[in-house]
């Protein structure tokens, strides 16, 4: 099965704040900017912006609630990035499968 790597998705994730907003998100069934600021440690303003780049790449999704947005994470979207980390999981493995026969080949080759 071949995955196609979606850059901005992995450039979302890679940062950890927006990780343990995942996390929170997945943890409590959703949250708002304001709930999510009062256990990080950075502003709301800061977690809305956040929540804007999670909701960019489909990671989240927003729904009015009062004054806020309540988010939850996408399930669909979190399958997608596990898949995809799964085939770079899979194709680093079987680089560093090839790397290591090379080295015992040429460790081989020293001790004859």
Avoid: C, F, N
């Amino acid at each position: 099965m071949t995955v196609t790597v979606d850059d901005d998705l992995w450039s979302a994730i890679g940062d950890p704040t927006r990780r343990r907003m995942l996390d929170l998100l997945l943890a409590d069934g959703g949250g708002t900017a304001t709930s999510l600021s009062e256990r990080l440690p950075v502003t709301r303003q800061a977690v809305a912006k956040h929540l804007a780049v999670l909701d960019r790449v489909g990671l989240v999704q927003g729904t009015p609630a009062g004054r806020e947005r309540r988010y939850l994470v996408d399930d669909d979207q979190l399958a997608r990035a596990a898949a995809q980390l799964s085939t770079v999981g899979a194709t680093w493995d079987a680089r560093l499968r090839r790397i290591k026969r090379i080295a015992e080949a040429i460790q081989r080759r020293k001790e004859q």
